[in-house]
């Protein structure tokens, strides 16, 4: 063989030998896998609407709460406020004016500096177009100033001596200017100046999140957060079984959690929470309008079998709007009607309503099939046969998606529906004022009005005294008892489902999921 016979020889020998190593590198030896920098969260619940001059629930202000930022905020985990867009502020001495201080590096995430006049035009926007959540601004502020480029005043309608609260929530938000000054911007994706931007969004489908190259804060720990949209919580569960998804977020089934948890694979995260289900009651038509039905109809629950049967025990029963655990807290509806089902109480309370046997109460009973998870159906079916247990009642159940649903609900056009409440801010007040004073729960569909309920509502509102608001919200759940606009159900625990290396689940009492403190360990 010559010299060129030998070096090709080589040649080819090298290739072999390389070829053969790749192939053992990709197939056979040890490899070291890098985890992806986006992080995907499953979620059954709905976006109602990208702008918080209008959005009211709780899924999406965890959007803002995550795109936008506010002058302050909850310390993580904790109830203690402290600065955010507000570096320091200033209150007088009975609560009703208060001063923030704006840091001069905040910039909305097109890079256009966040200034007072933002914050100025953002609340005046909210108070304008008067969406649903514009009463937190509303019955609030008399008057918003830019008192100089970073020094923004708040003239109070009255004392309050919670308001750092209710700056926490998304209407107080400042808000890019790219929003419409004077209409609800419904798919608006600019956001405002929080940890991370909007890069995509195909509504009911997905939503991605990236970092906002200009905020002020520490950066996100995973640069990308990618929301993907379930109609049911068995496809969400399949989602992160086939690795489609990382973590399963709100709303699991009880019956998957059990079983997740059981099967070792996943973290299975519990967090207490201040999270209530209700019956909401329409006041001004017949049936409902007649408070004898109302309070028949609350006596026949049996909240106990709820707990158990829908909810394999992950929920406790409620007999209040004013969650456990919270100061003020009564459980009047089991003091007035006993723990349930009180099924001889409710047939007198409906015989003297005119009903009986032969003539049957006839209601519609409402349930939105996906906001709250696979479980609701079985939830109006429950109750259904709880009430039609009187053998005075029959009960048709009827269904709407989440964003028909609160249209409805809007519009009073619901007789008796389900509903689920996440609080706004951590205070009493915001499990009695939405839902007890008028026009406050327009946005319910109770149509509930009371002239003394409002009266003391806004009353303690402008108490500094705890023990003297306490006594009236004391005051308003005897009321709620008596005149039954809403039946308090049950009050749930949070669940979140991980991949066991993804770390960074902090939910606290605000119960607000902070995607940019999540990560990967490996």
Not at 47 to 54: E, K, T
Not at 180 to 206: C, F, L, S
Not at 452 to 460: D, G, K
């Amino acid at each position: 063989m010559n010299k060129w016979g030998v070096a090709v020889t080589i040649i080819v020998v090298i290739v072999i030998v390389a070829a053969i190593g790749a192939y053992f590198a990709l197939n056979q030896g040890p490899q070291k896998t890098q985890k992806p920098k986006q992080i995907v969260i499953g979620v059954t619940d709905k976006i109602s609407d990208l702008d918080p001059a209008n959005s009211y629930d709780f899924f999406t202000w965890e959007i803002h709460q995550n795109t936008m930022s506010g002058l302050v905020k909850y310390k993580i985990g904790t109830t203690d406020i402290v600065p955010a867009i507000a570096k320091s502020w200033d209150v007088n001495q009975n609560a009703s004016v208060w001063t923030f201080h704006l840091r001069k590096d905040v910039k909305f995430d097109d890079g256009t500096p966040l200034k007072a006049s933002n914050v100025v035009w953002s609340i005046e926007r909210v108070i304008r177009i008067k969406g649903d959540p514009s009463w937190l601004v509303i019955d609030f502020v008399k008057k918003v100033t830019a008192v100089d480029d970073y020094t923004v005043q708040f003239t109070l309608k009255h004392p309050t001596a919670y308001f750092l609260s209710l700056l926490c929530t998304p209407p107080y938000f400042p808000v890019s200017p790219k929003y419409n000054p004077d209409q609800i911007d419904h798919d608006q994706t600019a956001g405002g100046a929080g940890p991370y931007m909007i890069t995509k969004w195909v509504r009911d489908q997905e939503m991605d999140l990236e970092t906002n190259p200009y905020y002020y804060g520490e950066k996100p720990k995973t640069s990308k957060i990618v929301i993907r949209f379930y109609q049911t919580a068995s496809s969400m569960r399949l989602a992160l079984q086939n690795g489609e998804i990382n973590v399963a977020w709100r709303t699991l089934t009880p019956t998957d959690i059990k079983s997740l948890k059981e099967g070792g694979k996943y973290s299975v995260i519990g967090i207490p929470s201040s999270y209530i289900r209700y019956v909401c009651l329409q006041t001004q038509d017949p049936p409902t309008s007649n408070k004898l039905v109302r309070q028949a109809l609350a006596a026949a629950v049996d909240r106990k079998k709820i707990a158990s049967v829908v909810f394999q025990d992950t929920v406790e029963p409620l007999y209040t709007m004013i969650p456990m655990g919270m100061w003020s807290h009564e459980d009047v509806f089991k003091e007035k009607y006993g723990a349930g089902p009180n099924l001889d109480l409710a047939k007198q309370l409906l015989t003297q309503a005119g009903y009986s046997e032969t003539n049957k109460l006839q209601i519609q009973l409402w349930y939105t099939p996906t906001h709250y998870g696979d479980t609701e159906a079985d939830l109006a079916q429950l109750l259904a046969e709880q009430w039609e247990a009187t053998g005075m009642v029959k009960v048709t159940i009827k269904s709407a998606e989440w964003g028909t649903y609160l249209d409805y609900a809007r519009n009073a056009e619901m007789q008796v529906s389900l509903f689920g409440w996440y609080p706004d801010y951590l205070d009493p007040d915001d499990y009695t004022t939405p839902f007890l004073e008028s026009p406050a729960n327009n946005w319910a569909g109770t149509r509930y009005n009371n002239s003394h309920m409002n009266e003391i509502l806004q009353e303690a509102q402008s108490l500094s005294n705890q023990s003297k608001r306490e006594q009236i919200y004391k005051e308003a759940q005897q009321i709620l008892a008596e005149d039954v606009p809403y039946i308090p159900l049950i009050q749930g625990k949070l669940y979140v489902v991980t991949d066991p290396t993804i770390k960074g689940v902090n939910i606290g009492p605000d119960m607000v999921f902070h995607y940019d403190l999540l990560y990967w360990t490996s």
